[in-house]
């Protein structure tokens, strides 16, 4: 009971990492697909939104983070690619959970919050707030990133 | 003959034919008398003999148990003794055992005055480390068992990553209540991932916008694209210079270029950074078209090779010139030899 809290870390690289994991996926994107077509636009679409994460899962510190790791996996497993992370399993069981006599109110928003942030099911309350907050933060910047990207590009 | 025989045959049988003869005797003539008169002599003599020899023979047998029972008597003494020695015996054997039994407790004694001894060191030694933490006492009708202060720990633990989501999320200092935090939190999540989808949907709109067209332009355009897309790497990155290679017409590619050695790898495109107020000039093929930048860090040659005859938009062009103008004069400050490149 006398040991003190450890720090917490919620350090985010600069945004120059940022940018230059976004558009070397970019990069990447368009030399696999050299011929477009104004078809599929909702596939190019959906392509540079999953660039956008995984690029910014790889900035934040690849498989340093519980959400950039799941956000990783995820993205491996669409691609049909081996996972090569360690398969931890730290779900909590539905007794554990309602054995926690909280407020109804908040216990629906912890649950809101858990499905939002990538990896959210298997954590434990306090880590859910502290990858919460590492999750804003790397997500508010790569915000900024393509947004300065889509002001310099785009005619006015 | 009878008698001879008599004698012969032993005492029991004499007697018992002395018995009989008297009473023959007494029947017959005066021999038979005579021997009846022997008879009891021999009878009488046997008699005194037998009651000589039952004399002693009871005097020994008196003797006998008188020494017998002075024997037993001794015996009985010794056995009294012998008794009275168990007796003794018994009561030193008790007496030993009273002994051994007091040592005992002597011995027992003594381990429970080491076992004190024990309890008090142990008792020093559970003084010493309470001097090492505080002692705080429980309030009333607070909980002290260990699950009830795990999870107030928790519950601690909690509040504080709370108030650093807090602190990220703006307008969320104001919001009391936990639920509401966690609400606010929530939405501005949401809200990002919606801004993420939204500007990858406007990126799309931009590299859709930038296919190539039709038209063709002259290679003059193709510098000041290579000029422009240099300028927009400043912005971005300050450790690595993208430079765009115009390929094929038919998309960008981003290449990162971070001192002058690389640009020997890239035969058609070549950027390196110099000191102010110098001026750069680069040749790398004889058809080669260069610009010249100068009062600045940055400077960028171009070659005039195969990719000046692909196809560039007219939109794009516009675009181009007049973002040259805005990002040099109010970024860069330096002002463009309009010689060459609006010759």
Known sequence: ?156 | MDPSGMMNEGGPFNLAEIWQFPLNGVSTAGDSSRRSFVGPNQFGDADLTTAANGDPARMSHALSQAVIEGISGAWKRREDESKSAKIVSTIGASEGENKRQKIDEVCDGKAEAESLGTETEQKKQQMEPTKDYIHVRARRGQATDSHSLAERARREKISERMKILQDLVPGCNKVIGKALVLDEIINYIQSLQRQVEFLSMKLEAVNSRMNPGIEVFPPKEVMILMIINSIFSIFFTKQYMFLSRYSRGRSLDVYAVRSFKHCNKRSDLCFCSCSPKTELKTTIFSQNMTCFCRYSRVGVAISSSKHCNEPVTLCFYSYCLRKIYHFLLWNLKYKIQKSVLFS
């Open chain 1, 1 to 156: 009971m006398a040991s003190a809290d450890k720090l917490i870390n919620t350090d985010v690289p600069e945004k120059d990492v940022f940018a230059f994991h976004f558009l070397q996926s970019l990069s990447n994107l368009r030399k696999q697909n050299p011929f477009d077509t104004p078809d599929q636009k909702n596939y190019r679409v959906r392509k540079i939104k999953k660039a956008a994460y995984v690029s910014m899962a790889r900035a934040a510190g690849g498989s340093s983070r519980l959400w950039s790791r799941a956000l990783l996996r995820r993205a491996d497993k669409d691609d049909n690619k081996i996972v090569r992370f360690s398969r931890r399993k730290w779900k909590i069981s539905s007794k554990r959970r309602r054995s926690n006599q909280r407020a109804p109110v908040v216990e629906e928003a912890a649950e809101r919050l858990r499905n939002l942030v990538p990896g959210g099911g298997g954590m434990e309350t306090s880590k859910l707030m502290e990858e919460t907050a590492h999750y804003i933060k790397c997500l508010s910047m790569q915000v900024k990133v393509m947004q300065c990207l889509v002001d310099g590009l785009s005619p006015k």
